[in-house]
Structure formats: structure tokens, C-alpha cells
């Protein structure tokens, strides 16, 4: 009699199983809550960021571009060539920098990593807890 109080049953045993489940399911929802918040607000302060600087650069370089252009036709090129080739220099400095802006997003991803691999983890615990818990 004292053997079948120390051996819990097949069904105690498979309900603290899913109660574990659900509090991991809660644990690893609650994670996913929390880094998708934080990916989306590092996304947010970057986007501002970059706006403020897109906007600025943009008002910097149209006042550069004419002092070059200036530049040229006060050095004897005609208006027209100044413009093309400062047009052109830019637009491959636009290009190259777009190269980089790509490159600098390769390893970046929304897939909550973190958490992927807390579920991975809990269902292996959860395997494992099944095989030794139920003999």
C-alpha cells in the first residue's frame, strides 16, 4: 500500500505535464510579447533617425550641389556640364550608399530568435519530462 502512494498515477502525472505545458506556453508567450517590443521600438527610434537625417541631408546637399555647380562655371565649364557632372557624382555616392544601407540589413531579422528557441527548448523538456516521469 505505502508503493502505490509513492508512485503517483499515469493521470496525475500527465495532468502537473499540462499544467507545466500551459504555464511554458504562458512564459514563452509573454517572451514573444516582450521581444517583438523591442525589436518594434529599435525599428521606430531607427526610422526616426533616419528620417531626421534623410531630411537634413537632403537640405545639405542641395545647397552643396549648387555651390559646386558654381564652383565649375566660375572655373570656365558651361552651366549645363557643371550640373551633369555633379549629378553624377552624386548619383553614384547615392548608389554606393545603398549598397551599404542592403548590406547593413543582412543578419537583421523580425523572427523572434529568442523565443523560437525558448519553445524549442521547453518542448524538449517537456519530451524529456515525459519519458522519465511516465514508466
Same mark, same amino acid.
Given at each position: 500500500m505505502a508503493d502505490d502512494r509513492a508512485q503517483p498515477s499515469l493521470l496525475t502525472v500527465a495532468g502537473l505535464a499540462g499544467e507545466q505545458a500551459a504555464t511554458l506556453l504562458h512564459l514563452?508567450? /509573454? !517572451? !514573444? =510579447? !516582450? =521581444?517583438?517590443?523591442e525589436k518594434a521600438g529599435a525599428l521606430a527610434r531607427s526610422g526616426a533617425w533616419g528620417l531626421a537625417a534623410i531630411a537634413l541631408a537632403g537640405m545639405g546637399t542641395f545647397v552643396v550641389v549648387l555651390g559646386l555647380v558654381g564652383v565649375l562655371v566660375a572655373l570656365g565649364m558651361a552651366l549645363f556640364a557643371a550640373a551633369f557632372v555633379v549629378g553624377a557624382v552624386l548619383f553614384a555616392v547615392g548608389a554606393l550608399s545603398a549598397l551599404r544601407a542592403r548590406s547593413a540589413l543582412v543578419g537583421w531579422s523580425v523572427v523572434p /530568435? /529568442?523565443?523560437? =528557441?525558448?519553445?524549442r527548448q521547453d518542448a524538449a523538456a517537456i519530451r524529456e519530462g515525459f519519458r522519465n516521469g511516465i514508466r
Open positions: 514563452d508567450a /509573454r !517572451l !514573444l =510579447e !516582450l =521581444e517583438m517590443k /530568435r /529568442r523565443t523560437v =528557441e525558448q519553445v
